[in-house]
């Protein structure tokens, strides 16, 4: 079993559609927990924090079930401009993180 | 002004040659990490230097050897390079090991001949 694992898309959404993506992990000891962007042939850029109270910025979501070892990531009114790979990350600690296989978002007009 | 730096940008060799990338990070950071990823687009951590301590060492070949020279510098150098190689490497830096979110430069696309 994948430590992190992710449905890898891909997501074909029209903008204005609200996605959600899921992923689980197997390490129940995790620290912390986070969302990444990727596009295209370039790094990984941090998209979000994911806390167990669940948070919020502008139109994205994320929340963290620790019971269910579940992080998942909420996308409303999605724009043309989050195209990309999401990349759901767990860290077990002294900083080694663990990205999962990504999940391909296509945003089409 | 570029956070986390690393050169060169595009590696293009034959297989058996040594190269060497490098890494610079300006935001004041006390760890970096090396990470590769291959052709299935899948995220490995390869090293981790805390203040130019190795603290990680995943499961990687010993042709690959990491050199922290300061707090702000970790390279890599690769040895005899075999054609499992090809991948883009990237650095990366967090304020601490301790549950710090990453950043990651650019890349490193080495391909092997």
């Known amino acids: 079993r994948k430590e992190v694992e992710q449905d890898p898309g891909p997501f074909n959404v029209p903008e204005g559609a609200t996605v959600a993506f899921n992923c689980t992990y197997s390490?129940?000891?995790?620290?912390?927990f986070f969302w990444y962007r990727q596009d295209c042939r370039k790094e990984p850029k941090l998209l979000m924090s994911?806390?167990?109270s669940g948070n919020e910025d502008g139109r994205f979501t994320a929340q963290l079930n620790r019971a269910s070892q579940y992080i998942s990531l909420l996308i409303r009114d999605s724009k043309l401009s989050d195209s990309a790979t999401y990349l759901c990350?767990?860290?077990?600690?002294?900083?080694?993180?663990?990205f999962g296989q990504g999940t391909e978002l296509s945003v089409k007009p | 002004d570029t956070a986390v730096s690393q050169t060169p940008k595009y590696l293009v060799t034959q297989m058996g040659n040594d190269k060497s990338i490098k890494c610079e990070q300006n935001?004041?950071?006390?760890?970096m990490y090396w990470y590769k990823q291959d052709s299935k687009k899948f995220l490995k951590i390869m090293f981790s230097?805390?203040?130019?301590?190795?603290?990680i060492n995943e499961t990687v070949p010993n042709r690959f050897s990491p050199k922290s020279p300061d707090k702000a510098h970790l390279n890599l150098h690769i040895n005899s390079l075999e054609l499992g190689d090809s991948a883009v490497y990237f650095c990366?830096?967090?304020?601490?090991?301790?549950?710090?979110?990453?950043?990651f430069g650019d890349g490193t696309r080495l391909s092997i001949l």
């Open positions: 990366a830096s967090s304020q601490d090991e301790n549950n710090q979110p990453q950043h």
């Open positions: 390490n129940s000891a995790s620290q912390s």
């Open positions: 994911v806390y167990s």
């Open positions: 990350v767990v860290n077990h600690g002294g900083g080694k993180l663990i």
């Open positions: 935001l004041g950071h006390d760890t």
């Open positions: 230097y805390n203040n130019k301590e190795l603290i």
